[in-house]
């Protein structure tokens, strides 16, 4: 172990002549690898190359990202209704630093041309030098510039998203529990924009809690006070999983949930949202799953975007102006063969990576095989409820519980860690058996 760069060996010599080459002597050969972002994308890169760099000390790898874990968000729906507890979803990004170093802190600014990154952590700002940046910086919630919808709602992104989400819907219970039938439907309106994978998994989460928890324990709750509507642009849902989605609507529509198709959100304001043809919506809460956008400093950087700010990559995921940069994951723009947009999805993201991968090792090997990033996704699911989902695996559809079990196995096997898996299955066992728990915590 180096205590000065804070990483390990997995040999006694390689660890003499890191040494050497980088404190006694640094080598002019001596090449930076830095990646920004710890989700799938960042520590998939991270994984595979600090295999491939163990004993190589004339590499040196740092990973910068804001969060001191990774996160695995295609679970955020289960975490706002207590399913899951929150860090068995969270995985701290130190577990998978062997080789690398890892900094918590959030990059403000990079300089393409001198090759700097600006960090700003609660002790400072400093800057980063690389030889090749890795940049994989996920995407932030987006509201189309309007800035009362991002005052008057709640997003589904991270821990704390899904933690504010539950607390609320609790006391919105508690409150109409308090209250006169006639008054109830006031308080008990959720209204959900978005009828992508966050959007239509969270409305099936949330509904099925609140339904159960008002029959089990707020007696004096009338259930048809209870509204769950989601709001979604276009005339069907879930667009990633093509003609299941209409299963999964007609699921959500059994289950009480009102969808409300070719309607666009227009304004907010503290209880109602304003809906295109002149309509509008009254809400006790609001969860905005209505798009994303770049993150600022991605956006600002002085080469190719595509309209959400998401870089534009070649097909070797490089930026074409700056071969040693690579983008991948939500943030980057590919197309594939017949000139369409890879969904951004965790899968595409991790399959990316293992391309990144392959090409930085070759370009710090100064090779010129690159590998072209052509990738047929092996499937697509979705879960809308405790035991219902859409799943369409090599070419084979699923629905209902089916779809739902596929879904669990295949997101338990993709949790980072067997520590995490064990807690989630077992999450998942004391669900199958008891309601959900609706303590408040805040
Ligand atoms: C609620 C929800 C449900 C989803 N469900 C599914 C699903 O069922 N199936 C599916 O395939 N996909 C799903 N997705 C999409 C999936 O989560 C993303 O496609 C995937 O996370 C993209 O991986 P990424 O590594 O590009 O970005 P992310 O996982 O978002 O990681 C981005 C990383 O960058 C870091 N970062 C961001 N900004 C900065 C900064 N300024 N400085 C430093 N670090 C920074 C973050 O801390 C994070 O570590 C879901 C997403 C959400 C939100």
Same mark, same amino acid.
């Given at each position: 172990m180096c205590r000065i760069c804070d990483i390990e060996f997995s040999k006694l010599q390689t660890w003499k002549h890191h040494q050497e080459h980088v404190h006694e002597n640094p080598s002019p050969l001596m090449k930076k690898i830095l990646i920004v972002g710890g989700g799938y994308a960042g520590v998939g890169v991270l994984n595979t190359i600090q295999k491939q760099f163990?004993? $190589? &000390?004339d590499v040196s790898i740092f990973i910068v990202s804001e969060n001191n874990f990774f996160l695995h968000t295609s679970m955020l729906p289960e975490l706002s209704t207590g399913t #899951?507890?929150?860090?068995?979803i969270a995985t701290p990004i130190r577990n998978f630093c062997k080789r690398a170093r890892f900094y918590q802190a959030k990059v403000t600014h990079i300089d393409l041309d001198k090759k700097s990154v600006s960090i700003n952590t609660e002790s400072g700002n400093t800057k980063l030098e690389y030889d090749y940046l890795i940049i994989a910086a996920g995407t932030k919630t987006g509201f189309f510039g309007n800035e009362n919808l991002k005052k008057y709602s709640v997003t589904i992104k991270s821990l704390q998203d899904a933690s504010i989400i539950r607390n609320q819907i609790i006391k919105q219970l508690e409150l109409a529990d308090q209250q006169e039938i006639s008054k109830q439907a006031q308080l008990l309106s959720f209204v959900i924009v978005g009828g992508g994978f966050s959007g239509v998994e969270t409305t099936g989460e949330i509904n099925e809690f609140i339904h159960e928890s008002a029959e089990k324990?707020?007696? $004096? #709750?009338? !259930?048809? !006070?209870i509204r769950v509507s989601l709001i979604v642009a276009?005339?069907? #849902?879930?667009?990633?999983i093509g003609n299941l989605g209409r299963y999964a609507a007609k699921s959500l529509e059994k289950s009480g949930v009102n969808i409300i198709y070719n %309607?666009? &959100? %227009?304004d907010a304001d503290i209880s109602q949202v304003f809906l295109s043809g002149d309509n509008s919506l009254h809400y006790s809460m609001l969860i905005w799953a209505g798009g994303n956008e770049s993150q600022d400093f991605v956006q600002s950087l002085d080469v190719e975007h595509d309209k959400s700010g998401r870089l534009i990559v070649d097909k070797y995921l490089r930026l074409s102006k700056y071969p040693n940069v690579f983008a991948l994951g939500d943030c980057a723009y590919i197309l594939d063969s017949q000139n369409q947009p890879y969904p951004p999805t965790a899968q595409h993201a991790i399959r990316e990576a293992k391309i990144v991968s392959k090409n930085l090792i070759s370009s710090v090997h100064g090779s010129k095989k690159f590998t072209i990033f052509d990738y047929s996704s092996k499937g697509s699911m979705a879960k809308i409820g405790k035991r219902d989902g859409v799943a369409k695996m090599l070419g084979v559809n699923l629905t209902g519980f089916a779809a739902w079990f596929v879904w669990k196995q295949y997101y338990l096997s993709t949790l980072p860690v067997m520590e995490k898996r064990i807690r989630v299955g077992l999450d998942w066992f004391v669900d199958l058996f008891f309601p959900r728990d609706i303590t408040k915590l805040n």
């Amino acid at each position: 172990m180096c205590r000065i760069c804070d990483i390990e060996f997995s040999k006694l010599q390689t660890w003499k002549h890191h040494q050497e080459h980088v404190h006694e002597n640094p080598s002019p050969l001596m090449k930076k690898i830095l990646i920004v972002g710890g989700g799938y994308a960042g520590v998939g890169v991270l994984n595979t190359i600090q295999k491939q760099f163990q004993d $190589n &000390v004339d590499v040196s790898i740092f990973i910068v990202s804001e969060n001191n874990f990774f996160l695995h968000t295609s679970m955020l729906p289960e975490l706002s209704t207590g399913t #899951i507890e929150p860090r068995h979803i969270a995985t701290p990004i130190r577990n998978f630093c062997k080789r690398a170093r890892f900094y918590q802190a959030k990059v403000t600014h990079i300089d393409l041309d001198k090759k700097s990154v600006s960090i700003n952590t609660e002790s400072g700002n400093t800057k980063l030098e690389y030889d090749y940046l890795i940049i994989a910086a996920g995407t932030k919630t987006g509201f189309f510039g309007n800035e009362n919808l991002k005052k008057y709602s709640v997003t589904i992104k991270s821990l704390q998203d899904a933690s504010i989400i539950r607390n609320q819907i609790i006391k919105q219970l508690e409150l109409a529990d308090q209250q006169e039938i006639s008054k109830q439907a006031q308080l008990l309106s959720f209204v959900i924009v978005g009828g992508g994978f966050s959007g239509v998994e969270t409305t099936g989460e949330i509904n099925e809690f609140i339904h159960e928890s008002a029959e089990k324990y707020y007696r $004096n #709750i009338e !259930s048809d !006070s209870i509204r769950v509507s989601l709001i979604v642009a276009r005339d069907h #849902i879930l667009p990633e999983i093509g003609n299941l989605g209409r299963y999964a609507a007609k699921s959500l529509e059994k289950s009480g949930v009102n969808i409300i198709y070719n %309607t666009k &959100v %227009t304004d907010a304001d503290i209880s109602q949202v304003f809906l295109s043809g002149d309509n509008s919506l009254h809400y006790s809460m609001l969860i905005w799953a209505g798009g994303n956008e770049s993150q600022d400093f991605v956006q600002s950087l002085d080469v190719e975007h595509d309209k959400s700010g998401r870089l534009i990559v070649d097909k070797y995921l490089r930026l074409s102006k700056y071969p040693n940069v690579f983008a991948l994951g939500d943030c980057a723009y590919i197309l594939d063969s017949q000139n369409q947009p890879y969904p951004p999805t965790a899968q595409h993201a991790i399959r990316e990576a293992k391309i990144v991968s392959k090409n930085l090792i070759s370009s710090v090997h100064g090779s010129k095989k690159f590998t072209i990033f052509d990738y047929s996704s092996k499937g697509s699911m979705a879960k809308i409820g405790k035991r219902d989902g859409v799943a369409k695996m090599l070419g084979v559809n699923l629905t209902g519980f089916a779809a739902w079990f596929v879904w669990k196995q295949y997101y338990l096997s993709t949790l980072p860690v067997m520590e995490k898996r064990i807690r989630v299955g077992l999450d998942w066992f004391v669900d199958l058996f008891f309601p959900r728990d609706i303590t408040k915590l805040n």
